[in-house]
């Protein structure tokens, strides 16, 4: 044997890359432009954050829409004296009770010799986190009547109606 073919070769490599065998080589952060900033198009984990913020707002407005339906009806019970109004100050700012009250004592509901009232469309549009303005229809007889109010959240009370304009 010769000693000229005696030479040593690397040793293989026996670990995977670091970044997997597809990626790309990292950028370099000078060069790097925020993804979208040309196109206008979000990254996966911004749309990710996004969607979940949404959702948490779609679920406070279904719980405020649900907690305005529950005290019109309410408030509409009570103005037609088929509810005590005590039961009101469980929904209702102090404010609100005692124009109802002055409303049930003067007979200043509208429309309340045309019959029962019954709810009949509630919407709600958000002011902000934790303010709503709450707008409705309800019918008597053959007429439609308005009831606008605003309703606010806290965390030692949650929903509570504190004002309404009752038409």
């Known amino acids: 044997m010769s000693d000229d073919h005696k030479a040593l070769s690397p040793a293989p490599h026996n670990e995977p890359p670091l970044r997997g065998f597809h990626a790309p080589p990292r950028p370099r952060p000078c060069l790097v432009r925020p993804r979208g900033a040309a196109t206008?198009?979000?990254?996966?984990?911004?749309?990710?954050?996004?969607?979940?913020?949404?959702?948490?707002?779609?679920?406070?407005?279904?719980?405020?829409?649900?907690?305005a339906e529950r005290a019109l009806r309410m408030t509409l019970e009570v103005l037609d004296q088929r509810r005590p109004i005590g039961q009101l100050a469980?929904?209702?700012?102090?404010?609100?009770?005692?124009?109802?009250?002055?409303?049930?004592?003067?007979?200043?509901?509208?429309?309340?010799?045309?019959?029962?009232?019954?709810?009949?469309?509630?919407?709600?549009?958000?002011?902000?986190?934790?303010?709503?303005?709450?707008?409705?229809?309800?019918?008597?007889?053959g007429r439609r009547f308005a009831l606008a109010g605003r309703i606010v959240h806290s965390r030692a009370s949650g929903w509570r109606l504190t004002a309404l304009r009752v038409r």
């Open 90 to 141: 469980s929904v209702a700012d102090g404010a609100v009770v005692s124009a109802m009250r002055t409303l049930i004592a003067g007979e200043l509901a509208p429309g309340r010799a045309l019959g029962v009232a019954v709810l009949a469309r509630v919407a709600v549009t958000p002011v902000d986190a934790r303010t709503a303005e709450v707008f409705a229809g309800y019918d008597r007889g």
């Open 40 to 67: 206008g198009l979000a990254g996966a984990g911004v749309q990710r954050a996004v969607r979940e913020s949404h959702a948490a707002d779609r679920d406070e407005l279904v719980a405020a829409r649900k907690f």
